[in-house]
């Protein structure tokens, strides 16, 4: 998990987010890469994830001299595509899981019966709009170390971010799952779109591509928020429990989540139905 800005805060979504995995990422250690040297113990989320989940949860400071950052694009604008970038420069380096710190986690990683099947290298595909296609989505994944398609996206990534630098253009949307998209096909070929499963000859036979319903069942978009409602429901736990579809995780897009005001009613609230049980040390704070 990674956050490139400089807020010395773990803001409350994103503690809940480390301890909803830290309740289903079982043996594992998790590693929150922060831009800043210092955190601020006085805030209330910040101190509770920071002092009662320290068995698993480590924070660590961005060391930008010593991550391969310095192209004079990250020398302009570190702070537009830092965490884009850095997740990239960890996994090549360490392998492990990255998520994004505006997902919820619901079901075990390991344990459960389908997640063991999965193979050791995943990403989640997402339906985007406006068109709703398939693509895959940089919010999670899961790679072994030196993996070479890592290693591959990490260098179309530099390469895109040069040309739109050279073009004066800033289009950050591109680095998402069009550029992912983009490299994985690539590098390990297109995918059935039945059963997500790769040609015989892919270079990707130890990657597992996961359906949308298992990390990002909700579709969200600056229009519609299906997670948020207007007027409470008269059975909360059915409806949420329909929309979320027996997912791992959900994901909530921070970019389009972050300014609504997270009000802790679940008859409302997709987010509070599923805060209360994955992080209940944290949800007091949710605002």
Same mark, same amino acid.
């Given at each position: 998990?990674?956050? $490139? ?16 995995? !830290?309740?289903? =990422? ?9 831009? =800043? ?12 994830? $920071? =002092? ?11 060391? *930008?001299?010593?991550?391969a950052l310095n192209t004079s694009a990250f020398k302009t604008e570190t702070s537009t595509y830092l965490s884009d970038y850095l997740r990239l420069v960890?996994?090549?380096? !360490? ?10 986690? *619901? ?31 940089n919010c999670l994944f899961r790679f072994e170390a030196k993996h070479e398609f890592i290693k591959v996206y990490m260098e179309a990534f530099v390469k ?16 998402? #799952?069009? *550029? *992912? =998209?983009? $490299? ?27 359906? #949308? ?10 229009? %519609? ?5 207007? %007027? ?9 429990? %329909? ?5 791992? $995780? ?29 992080? #209940?040390?944290?949800?007091? !704070?949710? %605002?």
């Amino acid at each position: 998990m990674a956050q $490139a800005s400089r807020e010395v805060n773990v803001a409350s979504v994103e503690a809940c987010a480390i301890e909803s995995a !830290y309740r289903e =990422t079982d043996m594992l250690e998790i590693f929150v890469l922060l831009n =800043t040297r210092y955190l601020d113990l006085e805030d209330n989320a910040t101190c509770k994830i $920071a =002092t009662q989940f320290h068995d698993k949860v480590k924070f660590f400071q961005i060391d *930008l001299d010593n991550l391969a950052l310095n192209t004079s694009a990250f020398k302009t604008e570190t702070s537009t595509y830092l965490s884009d970038y850095l997740r990239l420069v960890h996994l090549y380096e !360490y392998g492990g899981w990255y998520a994004d710190l505006d997902f919820v986690f *619901l079901r075990s990683l390991f344990y459960d019966s389908e997640a063991v099947k999965w193979k050791p290298n995943l990403v989640a595909a997402v339906f985007t709009p406006p068109d709703n296609n398939m693509r895959l989505s940089n919010c999670l994944f899961r790679f072994e170390a030196k993996h070479e398609f890592i290693k591959v996206y990490m260098e179309a990534f530099v390469k895109q971010l040069r040309r739109d630098y050279a073009k004066e253009r800033r289009n950050r949307a591109y680095f998402g #799952p069009p *550029l *992912l =998209t983009s $490299a994985f096909k690539d590098f390990c070929g297109d995918w059935n779109k039945n059963n997500l499963s790769l040609s015989s000859d892919s270079r990707c036979q130890d990657v597992s591509i996961l359906h #949308p319903s298992k990390f990002i069942p909700v579709r969200f978009s600056k229009h %519609e928020n299906p997670s948020w409602l207007s %007027e409470p429901l008269i059975d909360p736990e059915s409806h949420w429990d %329909e929309l979320n579809n027996d997912a791992f $995780a959900v994901h909530f897009y921070g970019s389009v989540t972050r300014k609504l005001k997270i009000k802790r009613d679940p008859t409302k609230e997709n987010y509070s139905f599923l805060a209360r049980q994955s992080c #209940p040390t944290l949800y007091k !704070y949710l %605002e």
